[in-house]
């Protein structure tokens, strides 16, 4: 647990109540990917909407590797997946697989896949991979978006 919470605060959202969303993107939405995001506008413990990958490695040597993968419509949305395993390859090669069956189910063309993938290496402590897709920060008495 702490791994993850590493990750969060890495990633700058570890004061932050995160509630996960699955994996349907609405219409209009736009995906923007940043290396080095920007602090959301957000206090301690305010809810984040939220699409997350999470990979763990716990053995010495072990490597996780967590990824989201995307495809977008952009007038009529679009659909996330979240993998993880022990390898780059797997987790790019989960994500084609699944975004390929979830637009066939659907009847629809959604445009290229889109991935982005993260790593952590267990040198000795455990260790946690995330990616995150943030949607929207709302307090408590919902004043904020």
Not at 7 to 27: E, F, K, T
Not at 29 to 42: K, N, Y
Request: hydrophobic fraction near 45%.
């Amino acid at each position: 647990m702490s791994a993850f919470d590493d990750a969060l605060h890495q990633a700058g959202l570890a004061d932050l109540n995160l509630i996960p969303l699955s994996s349907v993107v609405p219409p209009a939405a736009d995906v923007v990917v940043e290396e080095s995001p920007e602090q959301l506008p957000a206090i301690h413990g305010d809810k984040l909407y939220c699409v997350t990958a999470v990979a763990h490695a716990e053995l010495r040597g072990e490597s996780a590797w967590a990824g989201l993968g995307w495809v977008l419509d952009e007038d009529r949305g679009g659909l996330f997946v979240e993998h993880h395993s022990g390898s780059e390859e797997s987790v790019r090669e989960l994500i084609e697989l699944s975004l390929g069956d979830m637009a066939r189910r659907r009847g629809r063309e959604f445009g290229p896949v889109h991935h982005q993938v993260a790593s952590a290496h267990c040198l000795d402590l455990p260790v946690c991979a995330l990616v995150v897709a943030t949607y929207a920060v709302e307090s408590w008495d919902g004043a904020r978006a």
